[in-house]
């Protein structure tokens, strides 16, 4: 067995949690749906997730490679993993974040230009690329061999559990933005509550590391 299912579960509800932290993917997506209409943003999100599919493919045959070559890597890449994860906590509470569902002026575009422009967005996001290589690190076990495979089950959990929250971001866009609008003390306590979860979730994984030495 790859992964036990409490290990799947903890690493779904951390990648939950990491997709509902306001990002370039995110704000593309919702800004398109508040713009143009529910249909333009699943088109954007459609292009997000093939960005996804190609972040995970070099992610994973990298990894692979890496960890098999340099078996000592593979504690670097998880305190620093640890590390961005604190990273982004501190840039979910930080002043001045930046707030997804404030509709930004795009153009209306047609469905070939939205999906491209979703593809490129999550393609050049180097966030993305960082996630993959610091965070998957954290939930592999290289002794028990088939670390593609392994990269491969949480990429799929992962970018399911993107496709899906975003969609349902993407839908209800205007509904959340009016209630946001209404409610500036709710998108507040949101962010802090993504930052603790986040800066929680990485201290566990030192924690947990240095126990296992």
């Known amino acids: 067995m790859l992964f036990s299912p409490q290990e799947l579960a903890l690493f779904a509800i951390a990648a939950l949690v990491l997709v509902l932290t306001p990002g370039p993917n995110m704000v593309y997506c919702v800004s398109r749906s508040l713009t143009q209409g529910p249909r333009a943003g699943l088109i954007s999100l459609s292009g997000v997730v093939l960005g996804f599919v190609v972040h995970l493919l070099a992610a994973a045959l990298g990894l692979t490679a890496l960890l098999a070559a340099v078996p000592l890597a593979f504690d670097a890449i998880r305190y620093a993993g640890a590390a961005y994860l604190l990273w982004m906590a501190w840039q979910a509470v930080k002043p001045g974040g ?34 993959y290589l610091s965070f998957f690190p954290q939930f592999l076990h290289p002794e028990r061999g088939q670390l593609l495979q392994q990269s491969l089950t949480l990429g799929a959990v992962q970018i399911s559990t993107s496709a899906a929250v975003n969609a349902l971001l993407v839908l209800g866009a205007a509904r959340v933005a009016l209630l946001l609008n209404r409610n500036a003390a709710w998108m507040r306590a949101q962010r802090y509550f993504m930052g603790t979860v986040l800066g929680l979730l990485a201290l566990k994984l030192l924690t947990e590391k240095k126990a296992a030495a």
């Open 98 to 131: 930046a707030a997804p569902f404030e509709a930004r002026n795009l153009p209306h575009d047609s469905p070939r230009t939205l999906f491209l422009m979703g593809f490129m967005t999550n393609l050049l996001n180097p966030k993305v690329a960082m996630f």
